[in-house]
């Protein structure tokens, strides 16, 4: 018998979640279901904590020391990674700002996020106290924080990511600078060990399905009570959440790559949105940068014109350290998350969710799921109470398609400019 997709089964789970927490609560399960259920869904929790640090690390070193020849591709790979950072600052301010307009996490009752605001008290007593500890010290001083002292103290912590990252690139850089023969081995062991973690990342979306259960199943039962009728507010809210991380998508999507394309690339936007269409629907079925980088390839080549010599650098770099859909994401769902807990962030403290969505979509694995890990590396670094992710992770796979979309068209918007800035005009006669 042929298995269900995952993300069919996540999305069941997440049904059969929602369905079990309102039963409880009109049966008086809610006992049994914060006792015996929900301690499955912390379970899944610390699982995406543990992965975390292991999935940046690697990924990174294995990306940056990918780029093998530092005197060749310098020129080219100095302009693409900038460019990548920039449109990836893009779609993170973009999420900021409609999330802040929108406010779907105050969509919640008051009551309810009072409610929220005193079960995770204590973390935001904790981030009261770091924010005036904050205030007290030099302006220098997030940037001192970045440098860590200890490099294995760093990797216990994931309130330290943005130092693991730090050292992940100077470690790849460095592995790029040393005589090849003794790079190849190094380099080897991390190529290897990147494909466990990738591994185990798969492994851990197995348990998906039953986390999200769990997850969903303990929410409602926590924000329903004994009244199954409130659980409606909770799935009307989801609904106002994924159509801002949405709209944001959409932006990027039909506007913002567009434009970059046109303008710089020099490619019509009918010619562009027809040409990348295949892959898109691949990224949407699949949720996959990775997977769908044979086909991204070939959409750019062969109906964008665009020449091999580039697309096979800047479409491979950008599947592992480009993506633009899952920062948006992460912008949305942290302040979203911050916002149903009563939390007001600070402007310094987005500014940080800017810098943290940046780097950590640097180390993001091109595979499905890996979008949730790097958001507890956001939330951490923003002291926002990760158990939040219990509210967006329902509707977290069908997102998950549609950011993987926008990941792949942001990759094919950057390889149009830059073959432009390196004086290669588009074939005259592509296929659309």
């Known amino acids: 018998m042929k298995r269900l997709a995952l993300h069919w089964q996540i999305l069941i789970g997440m049904t059969l979640g929602v369905l079990w927490g309102i039963m409880a609560s009109s ?70 700002i409609l999330v802040n307009i929108a406010a779907p996490g105050k969509a919640f009752s008051q009551e309810k996020r009072e409610e929220f605001k005193e079960q995770f008290a204590a973390t935001t007593s904790s981030k009261s106290a770091d924010a005036a500890q904050l205030r007290s010290a030099t302006p220098l001083q997030p940037l001192v924080d970045i440098v860590p002292s200890n490099i294995f103290g760093a990797i216990t912590d994931n309130g330290k990511m943005l130092q693991v990252i730090f050292f992940a690139l100077i470690f ?62 909770l799935l009307l809210v989801l609904g106002y959440y994924c159509i801002v991380v949405l709209v944001g998508l959409g932006i990027l999507l039909f506007g913002v790559y567009p434009f970059l394309a046109t303008t710089f690339g020099k490619i019509k936007y009918k010619t562009f949105m027809k040409g990348m269409f295949p892959a898109q629907m691949l990224a949407f079925s699949t949720s996959s940068s990775a997977a769908t980088l044979p086909v991204t390839m070939e959409c750019c080549e062969r109906n964008l014109g665009l020449s091999k010599e580039v697309s096979s650098f800047v479409l ?17 769902a942290a302040v979203f998350i911050a916002q149903a807990f009563g939390m007001d962030l600070s402007l310094s403290t987005q500014l940080g969710i800017v810098l943290t969505a940046t780097l950590a979509s640097i180390g993001s694995a091109a595979v499905p799921g890996a979008g949730v890990v790097m958001l507890v590396i956001v939330l951490q670094q923003a002291n926002i109470p990760i158990e939040g992710i219990a509210l967006i992770l329902a509707p977290d796979r069908l997102l998950d398609m549609c950011r993987t979309v926008v990941n792949i068209t942001g990759d094919a918007t950057v390889t149009s400019v830059i073959a432009r800035t390196e004086g290669e005009i588009p074939h005259p006669d592509p296929i659309y």
Do not use: C, H
């Open 316 to 332: 491979p770099l950008g599947a592992t350290i480009n993506m633009d859909g899952t920062s948006l994401y992460q912008a949305v």
């Open 172 to 233: 790849g850089v460095a592995l790029i600078l040393i005589p090849p023969d003794k790079a190849a081995p190094v380099f080897a062991f991390f190529d290897g060990v990147n494909l466990v973690v990738l591994k185990i990342v798969d492994i851990i979306m197995l348990a998906a399905p039953y986390g999200v259960f769990a997850l969903l199943a303990g929410l409602v039962v926590e924000f329903a009570g004994d009244d199954p009728a409130a659980a409606l507010e």
């Open 27 to 96: 049966t008086g399960l809610t006992g049994v279901t914060t006792d015996w259920i929900k301690p499955f869904g912390t379970i899944f929790i610390n699982l995406l904590q543990l992965i975390a640090v292991p999935l940046v690390l690697v990924s990174l070193i294995t990306g940056v020391a990918g780029l093998s020849d530092i005197s060749k591709l310098s020129r080219i790979g100095t302009k693409t990674i900038g460019i990548y950072l920039g449109t990836t600052v893009i779609a993170v301010v973009l999420g900021l």
